[in-house]
């Protein structure tokens, strides 16, 4: 399978949504399910009082999400994605954009940002912009999320490179690293670690 050579544009998505409302089957799917709990434990046993949710597609996870944070704010690039998000969470302190990272990277600080399944949808340069933009809007004891998927695709990188290469263009060490023959989930943090569930992640 070849892969892509740039970062996948706006359109691709919104011709994605426009043939099928759910893709990947958020809403229904064991495999989602079970992604979206491993990667609440993941996170430090903390609120988050602002957070960014970059990809949020139709909400399913934003919604488990917004349950860790005080502010949340989520983002995707297909409009007709984002109008199932406001429908399937409508949290108060939840708010939802239409902007395509890096190069409409949205304003503020955050004690949080995720990644969820998005950064091997960018080539690598996109990659490393995102990863500068994510270093600079990170609070100083806040946290970064990224969960891969590992299977064979056509994405301009692998769920390993596009960990890895944010990993290493980003002044954040790995506080947590666990993987399935699935997924993988890294979080980043200055800050040292806290309490986690007990369930195998740290």
């Known amino acids: ?11 691709w998505f ?3 949504y426009a043939g099928d409302a759910d893709p990947w089957r958020f809403a229904s799917s064991p495999y989602e399910r079970e992604k979206y709990a491993a990667s609440l434990a993941a996170l430090p046993d903390r609120r988050f009082p602002a957070a960014l949710e970059v990809g949020c597609s139709i909400g ?3 919604r488990q999400l917004a349950t860790r944070c005080d502010r949340l704010l989520s983002i995707d690039v297909a409009e007709a994605a984002l109008a199932q998000a406001r429908m399937n969470c409508r949290a108060p302190h939840v708010t939802f954009a ?11 600080q955050f004690d949080l940002i995720v ?5 091997y949808y960018l080539d690598r340069a996109d990659i490393a912009r995102a990863a500068a933009c994510a270093s600079g809007a990170l609070r100083q004891a806040g946290a970064i999320l990224m969960v891969h998927y590992l299977g064979a695709t056509d994405y301009p990188v692998s769920g390993d490179t596009a960990a890895d290469w944010f990993i290493a263009n980003v002044a954040i060490p790995v506080s947590h690293q666990s993987r399935t023959n699935d ?5 980043l943090s200055n800050r040292a670690p806290e309490n986690h569930h007990p369930d195998g992640f740290l």
Request: glycine letters at 6%; charged letters at 25%; aromatic letters at 10%.
């Open 60 to 62: 399913i996870f934003t």
């Open 98 to 108: 239409n902007a395509a990272v890096p190069g409409e990277w949205p304003d503020g």
């Open 14 to 16: 919104d011709a994605l």
């Open 183 to 187: 997924y993988r989930i890294d979080v």
């Open 115 to 119: 990644f969820s399944e998005v950064l």
């Open 1 to 11: 399978m070849s892969r892509r050579t740039n970062s996948i544009d706006r359109a």
